[in-house]
């Protein structure tokens, strides 16, 4: 079965450079660049105007942006590897002057995730350890696990908060309990770097995929992998789970979207609008019934797709 | 303001250099002769301040705003350093007269050893070669103070140096002619080419011109240079006076300029360095900089997508180094700023940080087609 989305709009040159990342939230779209400012579209609004654009965020650009799930909290990462978290008031984001993270912890860290409620942050770091921080306590560093000391090159927190995840460049995919500090199982990784982790909404499966150009699915009881999902022939940037479960997003570097039909563990859509490297996929709040998703990267837009209803 | 230079004939600069040695000395002989003489040498020393550097509209160089401090040593001076400052002002000012005098190239490594003791280290008397090049408005080479040779030339040109009586042919297809000073290049002739292949890598050059690409390439008749990784003052030189030359032709005849350099930091700041100058000879880069160079790759994105249909296997992980260098490229020199003259430098360089690769060129050996087919798609496609 293979399913339609109709693009909706875009953010055309939405930045000056590259857009590394984007997260969303029930109201909001960020974005971040090589450029020094971040960009907050409306999700809300059929057109996803510009609402706001935070200048001089990070001086030389920055390469992850996350929000929780709740909407209240936003942390972004620069590639002088400055973190700055960011909250809401009266849908305006600002500095959020009553958080803060340790400097000297976070040296090094490459890439971070919030949890649910936004209180704590988690990062992995160039030299493989995977921290988090309690942004209500002063930013003060709660948990560090140390890893073989591959590069982390991305992280994820499962929405219930009790598991943490990385991928590394050597392939490792880590999974760790935040209540007791360790890892339930060793996962068996990629055997080529790992670009993108991601909990499914109810924490079932963990998807990691990068160079290897497939994605692989875990079972967060066992460790086991459950599928795989072959069809991308280029590195695979980033992934993200609709709001179901039902299905998981894609990205890769030769500009390719697809879509993942969990249930059927098939592709059923792919997109090609561009031939640039896709940087970050992430699916939209749904409206009504139907789903969405946003895409950004090299092309320096931020493209937006609405599921296409029979009618 | 920076000194307008004239690095293409040699004989302004030669002559600024003589009269200002003439006037000094001079100066400090009357000093010395009366009683009371307090001999004194003023140096303008460049400015260290990076933040002032800006590329600029006219030159396309990479320029500094800041003029430089004017010092003045005076003998005996009020301690012990500055008499010492003074001595080894004068000791380097001597050498380099008896160099221009004598018109032979000495470096900065013969003056050095001449009295290891009063200079001290080696990065004294650098530095003050550099000031005085910068205090008369030359080139460090117009002072006679040059590195020995490095870069590499070979091609369908020919050229006649000073102190040789005939016109050299040799490097037609000898890959072993070394880039003459610019002084001493008195004649040039290079009518028969269209383009110039600029190379990072000696052995990437070798292997070039063992094939004779100058000769066979689908681009028409060439020269390859290789500055042997970061480039000194006379292959700079010598790319720039290439650029003067092609400036003078018809619109339609122009030079092509080309680099080829490993998608890495480095591969990336040479580049730039002979297309807009280093940041430690600011004030010279607006006579050295050729400013229509194409940068042919490599490019880690080109070979992530398979773009060259070469195994993307042979990326490498960037180092701790090359992930601080990339971030200082950043962070200090113009050339890569937002709003830059290099947009596609800088995203190449964010692009490295976020993938974590480089590519190194001995990846193109074993593509399809090799490296000469490569270089030919390149050159003949891009304008």
């Known amino acids: 079965m293979s399913k339609q989305y109709l693009s909706c709009g875009s953010a055309d040159n939405a930045h000056p450079t590259d857009i590394y990342g984007l997260a969303v939230t029930d109201k909001f779209c960020f974005s971040a660049s090589g450029s020094s400012s971040l960009k907050v579209h409306s999700t809300l609004d059929p057109e996803f105007p510009l609402i706001q654009s935070i200048d001089d965020a990070h001086k030389l650009g920055c390469h992850h942006v996350v929000t929780n799930l709740r909407g209240s909290r936003a942390a972004s990462i620069g590639f002088a590897g400055e973190i700055a978290i960011w909250s809401c008031h009266d849908n305006v984001w600002s500095k959020d002057r009553t958080a803060s993270v340790n400097p000297t912890g976070s040296a090094g860290i490459w890439a971070i995730a919030l949890s649910a409620d936004g209180q704590y942050l988690a990062g992995v770091s160039q030299d493989g350890h995977v921290k988090v921080w309690d942004l209500n306590a002063n930013g003060e560093e709660i948990r560090d696990y140390e890893t073989k000391g591959s590069f982390g090159t991305c992280i994820d927190l499962s929405a219930d908060g009790r598991f943490l995840a990385s991928g590394h460049e050597n392939g490792s995919v880590y999974i760790f309990s935040t209540e007791t500090g360790r890892m339930p199982f060793s996962l068996s990784g990629l055997v080529k770097p790992v670009r993108a982790v991601a909990f499914s909404p109810g924490g079932k499966f963990l998807a990691a995929a990068g160079d290897s150009k497939v994605i692989v699915l875990y079972d967060t009881s066992s460790g086991e992998q459950v599928a795989n999902l072959s069809g991308h022939a280029a590195w695979i940037m980033s992934l993200s789970w609709s709001n179901t479960g039902e299905y998981l997003l894609s990205g890769s570097f030769d500009g390719k979207v697809k879509v993942w039909s969990i249930d059927t563990r098939a592709c059923v859509a792919t997109h090609s609008e561009t031939e640039k490297s896709i940087w970050s996929v992430r699916w939209l709040p749904k409206i009504g019934r139907s789903e969405g998703f946003a895409t950004a990267g090299a092309s320096r837009s931020i493209s937006f797709y609405r599921e296409a209803t029979g009618g | ?111 050095y050893y001449s009295d290891p003791a009063i200079f001290g280290s080696q990065r004294i008397v650098d530095g003050l070669v550099d000031d005085f090049a910068f205090t008369i408005g030359v080139n460090r080479s117009a002072l006679n103070v040059g590195a020995a040779a490095k870069g590499l ?72 240079v290789t500055g042997k990784g970061y480039p000194d003052l006379n292959t700079r030189a010598f790319i720039r006076r290439l650029y003067d030359e092609s400036k003078s032709r018809q619109s339609t005849r122009r030079l092509r300029f080309y680099a080829l350099v490993d998608g890495d930091p480095d591969g990336i700041a040479i580049m730039a360095t002979y297309k807009y100058g280093s940041l430690a000879y600011a004030h010279e880069n607006s006579t050295l900089n050729c400013p229509e160079i194409h940068w042919l790759g490599l490019r880690t994105s080109d070979i992530v997508t398979g773009v060259d249909r070469i195994g993307n296997d042979s990326l490498v992980t960037l180092t701790k180094r090359d992930r601080g260098k990339i971030l200082a490229m950043l962070s200090n020199n113009p050339v890569w700023a937002l709003n830059g003259p290099e947009p596609e430098g800088r995203a190449e360089l964010l692009q490295m940080l976020m993938l974590n690769v480089k590519a190194e060129m001995q990846i193109l050996y074993d593509g399809d087609g090799g490296l000469v087919r490569w270089l030919d798609r390149r050159m003949t496609y891009l304008p």
């Open chain 2, 1 to 111: 303001m920076s000194p307008t230079l004239d690095s293409i004939s040699a004989a302004p600069s030669e002559s600024r250099v003589k009269d200002y040695i003439a006037n000094t000395l001079a100066t400090v002989l009357i000093e010395v002769s009366s009683p009371d003489g307090r001999p004194s040498i003023k140096i303008k020393a460049r400015p260290k301040k990076v933040s002032a550097q800006f590329i600029s509209p006219e030159s396309g160089a990479l320029e500094t705003q800041a003029s430089g401090v004017d010092i003045t040593y005076t003998w005996p001076g009020k301690d012990f350093y500055e008499a010492w400052r003074f001595t080894v002002a004068m000791r380097v000012l001597s050498a380099i007269a008896d160099a221009v005098d004598k018109g032979v190239v000495i470096s900065k490594r013969d003056i």
């Open chain 2, 153 to 224: 030339v070979t091609g369908c040109f020919h050229w006649k140096i000073r102190g040789q009586t005939m016109a050299d042919d040799a490097h037609f297809l000898n890959p072993d002619t070394l880039i003459s000073r610019s002084q001493d290049i008195q004649e040039m002739e290079v009518s028969d080419i269209d383009w110039v292949l600029i190379l990072e890598k000696e052995a990437v050059y070798r292997r070039l011109a063992g094939m004779r690409y100058h000769i066979r390439s689908a681009a028409g008749l060439g020269i390859l």
